[in-house]
């Protein structure tokens, strides 16, 4: 096969997403703007951290008997991020083969980790991130961690500066018929008012091809095994 006709890139798209409340209030309150983002419960309660969840369909490779090797992963995003009356925040995205947990996810973060990493003894102890998963599910992942921007006085809408961004995933070829996405807007206090998420385009670049009959097999598998632990 041609190399041009086994290059793919796969992609899914974000949407942007704007929420607001009241600084006493323990949840977002006006979501009418949230665009499919979902309030993240903490032990039963709603919360402040949104997430949201889509899958890239590969069942069309899946039934040609083909592997995906990924290259690499990009993250496009919007021109800002808002946030009013908070300390900063964490926007997090992770491509799985395996489904994913978004109250998990925050857990893992709270405690600097996150899926594919080792958890905390804490949350294990507790039960909590029960699902932390094999690295080699976690295909890619990136975290933006963003900062009141304090040149700006005063800052009244919130204007937000990326200061440290950092990827993680293992890139591992995978043979499932579906890829699981999360995205979660993660704030590092409470008092906020509003935050606004911009627009995001995960873009995967890689090959498709069909691989060895006997390491195809084993790869699903391997696959199938792991979805069924989640």
Same mark, same amino acid.
Do not use: C, H
């Given at each position: 096969?041609?190399?041009?006709?086994?290059?793919?890139?796969?992609?899914?798209?974000?949407?942007?997403?704007?929420?607001?409340?009241?600084?006493?209030?323990?949840?977002?309150?006006?979501?009418?703007?949230?665009? &499919?983002?979902?309030?993240?419960? #903490?032990?039963?309660?709603?919360?402040?951290?949104?997430?949201?969840?889509?899958?890239?369909?590969?069942?069309?490779?899946?039934?040609?008997?083909?592997?995906?090797?990924?290259?690499?992963?990009?993250?496009?995003?919007?021109?800002?991020?808002?946030?009013?009356?908070?300390?900063?925040?964490?926007?997090?995205?992770?491509? !799985? !083969?395996?489904?994913?947990?978004?109250?998990?996810?925050?857990?893992?973060?709270?405690?600097?980790?996150?899926? &594919?990493?080792?958890?905390?003894?804490?949350?294990?102890?507790?039960?909590?991130?029960?699902?932390?998963?094999?690295?080699?599910?976690?295909?890619?992942?990136?975290?933006?961690?963003?900062?009141?921007?304090?040149?700006?006085?005063?800052?009244?809408?919130?204007?937000?500066?990326?200061?440290?961004?950092?990827?993680?995933? !293992?890139?591992?070829?995978? #043979?499932?018929?579906?890829?699981?996405?999360?995205?979660?807007?993660?704030?590092?206090?409470?008092?906020?008012?509003?935050?606004?998420?911009?627009?995001?385009?995960?873009?995967?670049?890689?090959?498709?091809?069909?691989?060895?009959?006997?390491?195809?097999?084993?790869?699903?598998?391997?696959?199938?095994?792991?979805?069924?632990?989640?």
């Amino acid at each position: 096969m041609d190399e041009s006709d086994r290059n793919r890139t796969l992609s899914i798209e974000i949407p942007s997403m704007t929420v607001a409340k009241l600084a006493g209030e323990p949840t977002w309150t006006t979501l009418t703007q949230a665009n &499919g983002w979902q309030v993240v419960e #903490a032990l039963g309660l709603p919360g402040t951290v949104m997430s949201w969840s889509g899958t890239i369909d590969l069942s069309g490779y899946a039934r040609d008997y083909k592997t995906f090797y990924p290259a690499g992963g990009v993250i496009q995003q919007g021109p800002y991020v808002l946030e009013t009356g908070g300390g900063g925040l964490v926007l997090y995205t992770v491509v !799985s !083969s395996t489904p994913l947990n978004p109250e998990n996810i925050q857990w893992q973060l709270a405690m600097n980790g996150g899926p &594919g990493f080792l958890n905390s003894g804490v949350l294990s102890g507790a039960g909590l991130g029960s699902d932390q998963q094999n690295p080699t599910t976690i295909m890619f992942a990136e975290s933006q961690l963003f900062v009141p921007n304090v040149n700006i006085q005063p800052n009244t809408f919130g204007v937000q500066q990326p200061l440290s961004r950092n990827q993680s995933g !293992s890139l591992e070829p995978t #043979a499932s018929d579906t890829l699981y996405v999360v995205s979660l807007y993660y704030p590092l206090e409470q008092g906020m008012t509003g935050a606004v998420i911009p627009a995001q385009r995960v873009i995967l670049p890689g090959t498709m091809d069909q691989e060895p009959e006997l390491e195809y097999m084993m790869r699903l598998s391997r696959s199938i095994e792991l979805a069924n632990q989640v």
